[in-house]
């Protein structure tokens, strides 16, 4: 039993290492500012590590983007194999409590990352983007992902004057994940599926 706890233990306190040396980017400002000057105490990282649902499913991984529709990615921090995406989506966060606006997906294993576009002029190609800082320079907006072969395929809309495009694919492979509210409190695939559906159930009723 302690030789397995350490074992977590060490784990986590690697994970916390790696994420030590992201870079948090901005992209409603397109600024890139240091992640240790945003970062919790380490205890509380320590802590929230071993709390965390662990979602290893691609498929799961999947419908919990989904879960985010029409979520703005306002924040994206990338680090080695890390991403972490901040989604603003008030609508869904304040059913976890009136003061919340976003949850936070940290992303694990990421490999193959790639964005391709949507040319606002339609004789012109998609450019295919690999490098998360100009991935995540404007904010994109979730619409829904989905699985193929493995790879998740996230549609996003942008809607910035400022780029060529009006959003396009994000497509990557990843090995896990956490959905995590700003209480810091990681939900499972089933509980984010049920505030989510709670929240258009009653949509559906406003609008007849």
């Known amino acids: 039993m302690q030789l397995a706890f350490n074992g977590v ?7 916390l290492q790696a994420d030590a040396d ?3 980017l901005d992209p409603c400002s397109s600024s890139l500012v240091a992640y240790a000057g945003m970062a919790m105490s380490r205890a ?21 983007l989904s879960c985010l529709h029409d979520g703005r990615i306002v924040r994206a921090t990338a680090g080695g194999d890390h991403l972490r995406l901040e989604v603003r989506i008030r609508y869904l966060a304040e059913r976890v409590d009136p003061r919340y606006r976003s949850f936070s997906v940290h992303l694990r294993d990421v490999t193959e990352l790639v964005f391709s576009t949507w040319p606002n002029d339609p004789n012109c ?3 295919l983007i690999t490098d998360p800082e100009i991935i995540f320079a404007p904010c994109l907006d ?13 549609t996003c809309n942008q809607s910035s004057p400022e780029y060529d495009y009006c959003g396009g694919e994000l497509r990557a492979r990843v090995g896990w994940a956490n959905f995590i509210d700003e209480g810091g409190r990681a939900f499972s695939c089933e509980e ?4 989510s559906e709670a929240y258009w159930d009653e949509w559906s009723k406003r609008t007849g």
């Open 9 to 15: 233990l060490s784990s986590a306190r690697k994970r």
């Open 22 to 24: 992201l870079v948090a």
């Open 44 to 64: 509380s990282r320590l802590s929230l590590v071993k709390s965390s649902t662990m979602i290893t499913e691609t498929k799961q991984i999947a419908d919990m």
């Open 125 to 127: 190609a998609a450019a």
């Open 142 to 154: 979730i619409l829904r992902c989905s699985v193929a072969d493995g790879v998740l395929l996230l």
């Open 192 to 195: 984010l599926e049920v505030l």
